[in-house]
Nanobody, 117 residues
Framework: QVRLVESGGGLVQAGGSLRLSCVAS????????MGWYRQGPGKERELVAG???????YYADSVKGRFTISRDNAKNTVYLQMNSLKPEDTAVYYCNFVPYAQTGDYWGQGTQVTVSS
């Protein structure tokens, strides 16, 4: 079955960087559009970045120029490089399919990112 395992979160000061990883299994990863979502305290889950199988990417306005999504089809892994982190980036980050309608019940445990001011 579909399994998505996120890692790489942590506590970082504002202005710092983190690199998140998501290892996928149970489906044909190279044919799938993937994304990183986040859910901050008291907020709804939102899509922050997506990458389709051809490599084209999408970014939410709030992270453009700071976050970079990439994928390694040989490793069934999608990454999120996060630079110039801000306290408002604090959230649990999840990877899943894009668009949101495709996410189904495939949510993993996520990885916590905490940015201190």
């Amino acid at each position: 079955q579909v399994r998505l395992v996120e890692s790489g979160g942590g506590l970082v000061q504002a202005g710092g960087s983190l690199r998140l990883s998501c290892v996928a299994s149970g489906f044909i990863f190279r044919l799938s559009a993937m994304g990183w979502y986040r859910q901050g305290p008291g907020k709804e889950r939102e899509l922050v970045a997506g990458i389709i199988r051809g490599g084209n990417t999408y970014y939410a306005d709030s992270v453009k120029g700071r976050f970079t999504i990439s994928r390694d089809n040989a490793k069934n892994t999608v990454y999120l490089q996060m630079n110039s982190l801000k306290p408002e980036d604090t959230a649990v980050y999840y990877c899943n399919f894009v668009p949101y309608a495709q996410t189904g019940d495939y949510w993993g445990q996520g990885t916590q990112v905490t940015v201190s001011s």
